[in-house]
């Protein structure tokens, strides 16, 4: 995956998602297309069963299209094994759990330093990068809690700050904002811009709240497995 | 890397520690019966080994019945009388000729009373099992030709009957005889078998023949080769005077058996080998059934944690990183349960040698071998759950609960 890129940084397609078959076939998506540069703040919307966990998963390169073509950074996805596309997310992409998806016995430290352990990050550098990206998620000082010891607030941002740790191009977050309240909502969201804004980290959030989504570039509307609508926001906006 | 995974596997052992003991039970106990059994058995050979060096090679046993252990159940075998002693002494390969029966009897004291076996023979046996008496006299040639109620005592009857006390002049009681005290054996310790060798009481053949047993019967010799004679050509004379005595022809074989002292060590080490064997074949069962057991809790473990095993993919983990993650925590379990077995066995090796008087003798080999062994049941059995970790899909994994 070489700097000199043409095409846009991700690309989908005509892409589909067929899951089961025959009498049990569900076209969880069906041909859809999108385009996202680099630095962009994406909200996706849609109703409950539309395609858009699904579509995350893709663009995450967890799961692959079963029809049309997905190119990330010009590589096309549907093209590499499980393990290159878990080098893959590892190197590029960061994610955002509906639910968090936090390792319920290991400290805030520990859940984020984990992606590094897979990269083969020695221990004090390790340690280093994830108190500097718990320092960034306004987390410096609960280092040693359990999730359990942490508001779901501060749980999401453990999990953002694992996202972050290893400084992605993408971040993906899946309702990031589903179990909190509009307070707590807020200051997530706060944090997501910040970081598009001051790292160029270039963000995929699903949500279903309007005023979440309000902060973002651009707001992808999903209806039965398609994208409806793309609606321009202006840039303009101060937290 | 590999550290780290060590790291992690153990912190997942020890958040569930109870039931990582009881998964690898299996695993201990197989490798503590092996540790064991091959230590007690180094030990009992070594001093097997030993034993008969103390001995000497220059001593024969002359027992009836064809099989090493005595007569067979089916045979009826004319049991030696005192006139085979006679005529072995005849014979000039032989230095020495004790005539011995046993007889189990408790002796008693005052207050004391000691069970233990009595031994009829004669003062050749004192030379040929290699007794030295530590205070007093061996038996009278009056004394033993007319089975005169005298006695000479071992250590621990000794001790058990006057503690420390002389007993030389004083007089015990064997059933119902009463029998003088002429002496005292020196401590001789343990026996091959771990039996306690100073346990008994010397008597003359006569004495314990009419007064104990009540039959003219001779249960075996121990002989003594003259100088400079070999074993082989001793056997061979015995051999032949004992053929022509039982007036046995040509073509049948021998009702009696002499044996060196090699025969009876190589007796005495297969018997043990029989038993290392054995129990050797109990822990490889043992083994394996921990190695299921190992396999069965990671199976589990891999079905609890599969959330994480989602999220660990979902974050970047290769396949063969989970893969490495999970096998290195099955190995870890039952390297660890190798090494509580290691220990486990060396401790009742330990104490088995204590209790039967032979070395202890741990051995550095066995120690490996178990270890190996051990880290191999954790490949073996921790592969499968392993690889089924690695195979989820991290999306379903993720949806899991
Ligand atoms: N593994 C699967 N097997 C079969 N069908 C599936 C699977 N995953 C998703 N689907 C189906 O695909 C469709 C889209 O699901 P998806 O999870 O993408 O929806 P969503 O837009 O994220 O919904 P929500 O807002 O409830 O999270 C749904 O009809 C769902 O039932
Ligand atoms: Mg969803």
Known sequence: MGEETTGPLIALRDVSRVYGEGEAEVRALDGVDLTIGEGEFIAIMGPSGSGKSTAMNIIGCLDRPTGGSYLFHDVEVGRLDRDQRAILRREYLGFVFQGFNLLPRSTALENVELPLIYKGVPPAERAARARSALEKVGLAGREHHQPSQLSGGQQQRVAIARAIVDNPMVLLADEPTGNLDTHRSREIMELLVALNRDDGITIIMVTHEEDMAEYAHRIVLFVDGRVQSEDYRPAEREG | MLWETVRLALLAITRNALRSFLTVLGVVIGVAAVIAMVTIGQGSSEQVTSDVESLGSDVLMLRPGSSFGGPGVSETVAEFTLRDADALRELSVLSAVAPVVNSPATAVYGNANSSTTVTGSSNDYLDVANWTILRGRGFSPAEESSGAAVCILGESVRQELFGNADPTGET??????????????????????????????????RAVQRRLVGSTDVSSFQLALAPGVSADRGTREIEALMRERRRIQIDEADDFRVMDMAQIASMLTSVNSVLTGLLSAVAAVSLLVGGIGIMNIMLVSVTERTREIGIRLAIGATARQVLTQFLVEAIVLSVLGGVIGILLGFAIAFAAARLMAIPFTPSIEIVGLAFVFSGLVGVVFGYFPARRAARLDPIEALRHQ
């Not at chain 2, 015990?172 to 306690?196: H, P, W």
């Open chain 2, 172 to 205: 015990i009681r064997i059933k119902t005889v009463s029998c003088d005290v002429i002496g005292y054996l020196e401590a001789k310790g343990a026996g091959m078998m771990g039996q306690d060798q100073d346990d008994l009481i010397l008597m003359p053949i």
